[in-house]
């Protein structure tokens, strides 16, 4: 496949399929990330050749040469998204063409192959037309979407590699934090960054998920659900969560994230919420917040909410703050207005429930 040629799916149903008395008990209480539906899509990719032979087959493992390039030089791209389904019965994308956006750009960084954007959209949808059943009911419900792509080639070589995988696989999701929507508490990294200027940061690749976890398994040990991370280079300024943008909420109606300088990742979310937070009147500012005035703010209360969001979680109050010499709470520890009303707003439009003036609401199904 190569400029506007259109790619077809060859439709292969699973014959061994989970029955439905099984999958509702499965549905019952999904979790996250740990139930996966009877389906996946496989697309290859080779030098010359392009994009080809792409299938919607049973979700199987998938064999792999020793030797296969992801293996040894990490070349591997991801993307997250949700299918709703909502109260007509309709099934919906949140913006599917913004995750097509940045798999390209995740893409270009990592030296692999561009997917046309119109491809990607369509093996979601392929995806979620043959395994509609498993999108499970309830207000913090939805199917989890997982495409990526991975370097298949089987060589030992530090260059490009000439072959790919790509893939979609899907996970029935309820609320992304045990309990549900509640105040996290958050630990401030000493030791630890994630990415440095000229890096991969704003790439969403497995890499920076890896240099995370030790950070991530620090903040556990300290009794915090989420790690923060600070700039590279100054140690001072607060980049992103482990897998999360964070927004600062201040006493004047101004709403604050860290600006994308190539160390952040271009959250869909984040983007979504500078849009509605101006809408509703909100000051809306891209610009670095060090994490000694978000101390002193918060304990003057000039600071009055913080927040995190993805696509996972969706906008999660940071309530509050750890860090080596001590801790401090955000708004008293509780969940403030604002944040509460840009998470309505934002789970509102994304379930149809509201009115979506900006065309971000894709219907499948």
């Excluded at 292969?12 to 996966?36: I, K, W």
């Excluded at 060589?155 to 996970?171: D, Q, T, W």
């Excluded at 398994?217 to 300290?222: K, L, V």
């Excluded at 993805?310 to 969940?335: H, M, N, Q, W």
Aim: aromatic share 10%.
């Amino acid at each position: 496949m190569s400029g506007g040629d259109k790619l077809d799916f060859e439709i292969r149903p699973n014959p061994a399929a989970v029955s439905a008395a099984d999958r509702a008990a499965l549905l019952a209480n999904p979790g996250f990330g740990r139930v996966f539906t009877d389906h996946m899509v496989t697309i290859r990719y080779a030098e010359g050749k392009g994009w080809y032979d792409a299938r919607v087959e049973a979700r199987a493992p998938i064999p792999m040469d020793p030797a296969a390039a992801v293996l040894h030089y990490a070349q591997e791209i991801f993307e997250g998204l949700k299918a709703y389904r909502t109260t007509d019965g309709a099934v919906t994308m949140f913006r599917p063409e913004a995750n097509a956006a940045r798999f390209i750009a995740s893409a270009g960084r990592m030296a692999m192959p561009e997917l046309p954007a119109e491809t990607f959209v369509e093996s979601l949808r392929q995806l979620v037309e043959i395994d509609r059943e498993w999108i499970p009911d309830g207000p913090d419900a939805s199917l989890y979407l997982r495409p990526f792509m991975f370097a298949s080639e089987v060589f030992l070589g530090v260059r490009p590699a000439n072959e790919y995988l790509y893939c979609v696989i899907a996970s029935p999701a309820g609320a992304y934090f045990t309990g549900g929507v509640k105040p996290i508490t958050v630990w401030v990294s000493p030791d630890y960054t994630r990415a440095a200027p000229g890096g991969t940061g704003a790439a969403k690749c497995g890499g920076n998920y890896a240099t995370s976890l030790v950070a991530q398994a620090e903040a556990i040990e300290a009794g915090c659900d989420q790690v923060v991370f600070l700039d590279a280079v100054e140690r001072r300024f607060v980049d992103e969560l482990g897998g999360m943008n964070v927004f600062f909420v201040y006493d004047d109606d101004t709403l604050v994230t860290p600006p994308l300088t190539g160390t952040i990742l271009p959250g869909i979310t984040r983007d979504a919420i500078l849009t509605l937070a101006a809408e509703s009147g909100l000051r809306t500012q891209e610009r670095p917040v060090s994490f000694a005035d978000w101390q002193a703010d918060a304990a003057s209360g000039r600071l009055r909410e913080v927040f995190a969001c993805g696509t996972a979680a969706v906008i999660t109050p940071i309530g509050r703050v750890k860090f080596p010499d001590g801790e401090f709470l955000v708004g008293g520890g509780e969940p403030g207005r604002t944040t509460n009303a840009l998470r309505q707003q934002l789970v509102a439009i994304q379930r149809g429930e509201a009115e979506d003036r900006h065309g971000w609401v894709r219907q499948v199904l």
